[in-house]
């Protein structure tokens, strides 16, 4: 007797669809069995789905219960109604024949396919690397834009634009093996303009009448790693509130992709995007992170635009503060959407704030157990990210407690009380009695 088995190729499939399995053979030799394998663990271990039993003519499902979803349409050919991530991989198809000679010998063969699994990614966000970060306005500083990409396979590609064009981006290297968060280096510097030139130069025309100082040309890419340039200004500067960056050339960006195997059998893509920022032509620009996979019809696509932030909108409570009552001053919002997150300041202008410090980072700032002292007092937050700064006032105006006497409590806002004065009282005196 002879026997052939084949099974036919199957494309690519996406999570969720149905899949026939289909299992060809040609033989002269009378049915014995039809037995489906999913092969795991390298090949190492093959496990039963299906069996066609032709002498009891029976089929009989070697999976679980509430997990069956294999079903016979033909008896060479297993339907998975609906494909899993967990499906992916090899399976094999084997055939059993009585031997024409000896009705007691069983002849075998076999046929494989490779079963590969799409699924399209769920998420992508894009984000801000190492926020929040303050602004300078005297000294340009790298920035970098994080697009995180979940739940695809393979990996898919990703990519950046901006304002609707795509970036021409240099690629960069994989970071070395075991190391831990990689920080880019200083990509571009810039030179001086004539918004920097002191005045007392700029009228006496010793340099050119305000022409742009003459600077050695710096080192472009990622060239040798050094520490952040800082500019002494001079008092008499020219400063306007976004100064001209002069850069050597247009911005250049630095492009890396990496992804992650995930347990699901998925992976997380990310890749980043790192430039010298320019806020004078960054700010408001649109960044879209744009992904292509083979199970999406069409690209998804997430985007921030880059927004320095403006007229926060500050909220105090309680609306009426009393002496002795815990005042919180919260940042709600601001007039824009602002993108990334800023850093937030809290100072007292002209004197230190209520617990002695200089400033108080964070958007919240709590005052407890304010005194009397405290009324008309002028608070100043500063919010400012790597685009630009802005800063708001408030004033605390602060009311009599009709709980708490005038002249009771402390410079803290402590109360001292009656009590206490006649417990000071009955002292003295009982001092004076013993004494005399």
């Given at each position: 007797?002879?026997?052939?088995?084949?099974?036919?190729?199957?494309?690519?499939v996406?999570?969720g669809d149905?899949?026939?399995?289909?299992?060809?053979?040609?033989?002269?030799?009378?049915?014995?069995?039809i037995?489906?394998?999913?092969?795991?663990?390298?090949?190492?271990?093959?496990?039963?789905i299906?069996?066609?039993?032709?002498?009891?003519?029976?089929?009989?499902?070697?999976m679980?219960?509430?997990?069956?979803?294999?079903?016979?349409?033909?008896?060479?050919?297993?339907?998975?109604?609906?494909?899993?991530?967990?499906?992916?991989?090899?399976?094999?198809?084997?055939?059993?024949?009585?031997?024409?000679?000896?009705?007691e010998?069983?002849v075998?063969?076999?046929?494989?396919i490779?079963?590969?699994?799409?699924a399209?990614p769920?998420?992508?966000?894009?984000?801000?690397?190492?926020?929040?970060?303050?602004?300078?306005?005297?000294q340009?500083?790298?920035?970098?834009?994080?697009?995180?990409?979940s739940?695809?396979?393979?990996?898919?590609?990703?990519?950046?634009?901006?304002?609707?064009?795509?970036?021409?981006?240099?690629?960069?290297?994989?970071p070395?093996?075991?190391?831990?968060?990689?920080?880019?280096?200083?990509?571009l510097?810039?030179?001086?303009?004539?918004?920097?030139?002191?005045?007392?130069?700029?009228?006496?025309?010793?340099?050119?009448?305000?022409q742009?100082?003459?600077?050695?040309?710096p080192?472009?890419?990622?060239?040798a790693?050094?520490?952040?340039?800082?500019?002494?200004?001079?008092?008499?500067v020219?400063?306007?509130?976004?100064?001209?960056?002069?850069h050597?050339?247009?911005?250049?960006?630095?492009?890396?992709?990496?992804?992650?195997?995930?347990?699901?059998?998925?992976?997380?893509?990310?890749?980043?995007?790192?430039?010298t920022?320019?806020?004078?032509?960054?700010?408001?620009?649109?960044?879209?992170?744009?992904v292509?996979?083979?199970?999406?019809?069409?690209?998804?696509?997430?985007?921030?635009?880059?927004?320095?932030?403006?007229?926060?909108k500050?909220?105090?409570?309680?609306?009426?503060?009393?002496?002795?009552?815990?005042?919180?001053i919260?940042?709600?919002?601001?007039?824009?959407?602002?993108?990334?997150?800023?850093?937030?300041?809290?100072?007292?202008?002209?004197s230190?704030?209520l617990?002695g410090?200089?400033?108080?980072?964070g958007k919240?700032?709590?005052?407890?157990?304010?005194?009397?002292?405290?009324?008309?007092?002028?608070?100043?937050?500063?919010?400012?990210?790597?685009?630009?700064?802005?800063?708001?006032?408030?004033?605390?105006?602060?009311?009599?407690?009709?709980?708490?006497?005038?002249?009771?409590?402390?410079?803290?806002?402590?109360?001292?009380?009656?009590?206490?004065?006649?417990?000071?009282?009955?002292?003295?005196?009982?001092?004076?009695?013993?004494?005399?």
């Open positions: 007797a002879y026997l052939t088995v084949s099974i036919e190729p199957l494309p690519p996406v999570v149905a899949v026939t399995l289909k299992c060809n053979f040609k033989t002269d030799g009378k049915m014995r069995e037995v489906w394998y999913r092969v795991t663990d390298g090949g190492t271990i093959k496990q039963k299906f069996t066609f039993d032709a002498m009891f003519s029976t089929n009989f499902s070697h679980e219960n509430y997990r069956k979803r294999e079903d016979l349409v033909y008896q060479s050919t297993v339907r998975l109604p609906e494909v899993r991530i967990s499906d992916n991989g090899p399976y094999e198809c084997h055939v059993g024949i009585y031997d024409r000679a000896t009705r010998k069983v075998l063969a076999s046929g494989n490779f079963l590969n699994v799409m399209p769920t998420s992508i966000s894009v984000l801000a690397a190492d926020t929040p970060a303050p602004f300078s306005r005297y340009a500083q790298n920035f970098t834009l994080v697009c995180v990409v739940g695809g396979k393979p990996a898919p590609l990703v990519y950046f634009k901006r304002d609707g064009e795509p970036i021409e981006a240099t690629p960069l290297p994989e070395p093996a075991g190391a831990g968060s990689w920080a880019p280096r200083n990509l510097h810039r030179d001086l303009d004539d918004t920097k030139v002191p005045k007392s130069l700029a009228a006496e025309g010793e340099v050119g009448g305000g742009p100082l003459a600077t050695a040309e080192p472009r890419g990622l060239a790693e050094r520490g952040p340039v800082t500019e002494t200004i001079p008092e008499t020219v400063s306007r509130e976004f100064p001209r960056w002069v050597v050339a247009e911005p250049i960006y630095y492009f890396r992709h990496t992804h992650a195997p995930v347990s699901d059998g998925t992976v997380e893509a990310r890749a980043t995007l790192t430039w920022l320019n806020p004078q032509i960054d700010n408001e620009a649109l960044f879209s992170c744009e292509k996979h083979p199970a999406l019809s069409m690209p998804m696509q997430s985007e921030v635009t880059l927004v320095a932030p403006k007229g926060p500050i909220m105090m409570t309680p609306t009426r503060a009393r002496v002795g009552d815990t005042v919180r919260l940042v709600q919002g601001f007039q824009n959407e602002v993108f990334p997150e800023p850093l937030f300041t809290w100072t007292r202008v002209g230190r704030l617990d410090s200089a400033e108080h980072d919240e700032l709590v005052l407890e157990r304010v005194p009397a002292e405290l009324n008309g007092s002028m608070y100043r937050c500063t919010a400012q990210n790597p685009l630009g700064s802005t800063d708001t006032h408030t004033r605390l105006i602060v009311f009599e407690n009709p709980n708490i006497p005038r002249g009771t409590e402390d410079s803290n806002g402590s109360l001292t009380g009656h009590c206490g004065f006649r417990l000071v009282l009955a002292l003295t005196l009982t001092v004076i009695l013993e004494l005399t």
